[in-house]
C-alpha cells in the first residue's frame, strides 16, 4: 500500500520529486494509437507548451521531462525559498497567470488587471494560499493533467477520466538517485524503442538540451546569426558547483524558469556523454563498442557499470515513495506517522557501499 504524499513530501521544504502519469486502459493518446488507428502527437506539444508555461511562472524548477506515446515523466523540485523573495504583488500575477480569470482569442492568459490582482494581494489568506501553492508539486501536477485531459476530451467528443488515476511521485533524496532517474527519464524513448539516438528523441529534456548547445555552437561563428529562441530556456541549468555557485534562492530575472541553480556536479557535455554510454549498454541491439574509460561520475558515485545499467533501466520499478542510498533511506521516517521507508532488496545490492 502506498504512503500518502503528505508523507513523503512536505510542500514547505525543498524536495526534487519524479513525478509520472499514464493515460486510461494504457492506450496511447499521446501518439500512434494502435486501436484506433489515430496519431495523436500533437498532444505532446500540448504537454511541452504547458510545462513552458508552467516553469514560467510557478516556484517549482523543472530539471527533466519525457512525453511518450501513453505516459510522461518530470523531474520538479520545488522553491518555497525562491517563492518567499517574491512581493505580494508577484504572487498574485503570477497565480493569475497560470489560472487567468481573462484569455485572449487563442485562449492564452491576459494580464491581470489591478482589481483582479486586489482580489488576492489583499487578502492576507487568500495571499498566504497562493504563495503555498506556487511551489507545490501537486497544485502543478493536478492544473497540468486537468488541462490536457479537458482538451483533450474535447477534441475527442468524450467525457470521464483520461488519466488512469491520481500521478506517482518519488522523492529523490541524494545525487546519485537524481543522476539515476534524469537517465531513466531521458532515455525512456530509446527503451520504448520510439528512437535509437539521443539527438533524435524528441520531446524529452535531453533533446531541448542539445539542441540549445548547438544553437550556442552556432552563435559562437563569426557569420551574423538571425535571432532564436534558446529551446531548453524554461529548463534548470544542469550544472551545479557548490563551491563557487552563488547560495541561496539564486531567482530568475529572464522570466523563463524559476531560479538559475542547476542539479548535477557534473557539465552537461558529460551528462550527454553518460546518457549515450548508457543508451548503448541498456540495448543489445545496438551497435557500439564499450568505452575504455566511463564518465567520471561512475567511478565517483562507486557504482559498477553493469549495476549502473540496471538502476537506470529499472528506476521505476526498484524505487516506490523516495530514491537514494539504502543507508539514507533508513534513517528517514515519514512526516505525519514517522514510519520507515521500504527499500528494495536488489537497492541495497546496487547501492552497496562496501568493496
Not at 11 to 23: A, F, G, L, M, W
Not at 165 to 182: F, G
Not at 280 to 292: A, I, L, N, Y
Request: aromatic share 8%.
Amino acid at each position: 500500500m502506498r504512503k500518502a504524499r503528505c508523507e513523503v513530501i512536505d510542500s514547505s521544504e525543498i524536495n526534487v520529486v519524479h513525478v509520472y502519469n499514464r493515460t486510461v486502459r494504457r492506450c496511447f493518446l499521446f501518439g500512434q494509437d494502435p486501436l484506433t488507428d489515430k496519431n495523436f502527437d500533437h498532444r505532446k506539444v500540448w504537454i511541452e507548451e504547458w510545462l513552458e508555461h508552467f516553469a514560467a511562472h510557478f516556484g517549482i524548477d523543472l530539471l527533466t521531462f519525457a512525453v511518450l506515446n501513453n505516459h510522461f515523466h518530470l523531474i520538479l523540485r520545488n522553491r518555497p525559498d525562491v517563492v518567499r523573495t517574491w512581493s505580494d504583488t508577484e504572487v498574485a500575477r503570477r497565480w493569475l497567470m497560470i489560472c487567468p480569470h481573462r484569455t485572449d482569442k487563442q485562449g492564452k492568459p491576459m494580464a491581470p488587471s489591478e482589481a483582479e490582482l486586489n482580489l488576492i494581494r489583499n487578502c492576507p489568506l487568500k495571499l498566504a494560499q497562493t504563495r503555498e501553492r506556487l511551489a507545490d508539486v501537486s497544485w502543478w501536477m493536478r492544473l497540468l493533467c486537468q488541462r490536457i485531459a479537458m482538451r483533450s476530451n474535447r477534441e475527442d467528443q468524450a467525457t470521464g477520466r483520461f488519466f488512469e488515476e491520481r500521478y506517482k511521485a518519488i522523492r529523490l533524496i541524494d545525487e546519485a538517485s537524481i543522476i539515476a532517474c534524469s537517465a531513466y527519464v531521458d532515455l525512456n524513448p530509446i527503451r520504448a524503442e520510439i528512437c535509437q539516438t539521443i539527438e533524435s528523441s524528441e520531446h524529452t529534456s535531453a533533446r531541448r538540451r542539445i539542441d540549445s548547445m548547438r544553437q550556442q555552437h552556432q552563435a559562437e561563428r563569426p557569420e551574423p546569426k538571425s535571432f532564436q529562441r534558446d529551446p531548453a530556456a524554461f529548463l534548470s541549468p544542469l550544472s551545479i558547483d557548490e563551491k563557487s555557485d552563488p547560495t541561496g534562492p539564486c531567482a530568475s530575472d529572464q522570466g523563463k524558469r524559476c531560479s538559475e541553480k542547476g542539479f548535477l556536479a557534473m557539465s552537461l557535455l558529460d551528462y550527454i556523454e553518460l546518457l549515450d554510454w548508457t543508451a548503448r549498454q541498456s540495448h543489445r541491439s545496438k551497435r557500439g563498442k564499450t568505452p575504455t574509460d566511463l564518465p567520471p561520475v561512475i567511478k565517483r558515485l562507486g557504482i559498477a557499470p553493469d549495476d549502473w545499467c540496471e538502476l537506470v533501466s529499472s528506476f521505476g520499478r526498484l524505487f516506490h515513495h523516495v530514491a537514494g542510498n539504502p543507508d539514507t533511506i533508513d534513517s528517514m521516517r515519514s512526516h505525519r506517522k514517522h514510519q520507515r521507508f521500504r527499500v528494495h532488496r536488489r537497492v541495497r545490492e546496487l547501492m552497496s557501499t562496501e568493496d
